[in-house]
């Protein structure tokens, strides 16, 4: 199974930058699509963003140009680099690895925009 460690939340005032990571570690399946999602207080978790192995990225419209997802396969670890962040952004944002045969989710790191 894969296990997931995310890092890089924080509190950071509107208009602020943050960049969270996840690295995955464990037996990692050839396959795979690793992404970000986000869980805002009273509302559904969302998705944010995604990428494939190959770099086929996928970003929700409401955060594209603001928000960035990138890879490092020999890292096993993904980024999400947030700027011009907004009040609205506010949410636990959380990591996850899906291939064919299940995913897995980590245990989220708290965004809170602010000042």
């Known amino acids: 199974q894969v296990q997931l460690v995310e890092s890089g939340g924080g509190l950071v005032q509107p208009g602020g930058s943050l960049r969270l990571s996840c690295a995955a570690s464990g037996s990692i399946p050839n396959f795979n699509i690793m992404g970000w999602y986000r869980q805002a207080p009273g509302k559904q978790r969302e998705m944010v963003a995604s990428?494939?192995?190959?770099?086929?990225?996928n970003t929700a419209d409401s955060m594209k140009g603001r928000f960035a997802i990138s890879r490092d396969n020999s890292k096993n670890t993904i980024y999400l680099q947030m700027a011009s962040l907004r009040p609205e952004d506010t949410a636990v944002y959380y990591c996850n690895f899906y291939t064919t045969r299940y995913e897995v989710w980590g245990q989220g790191t708290r965004v809170t925009v602010s000042s």
């Open positions: 990428i494939s192995m190959d770099g086929l990225r």
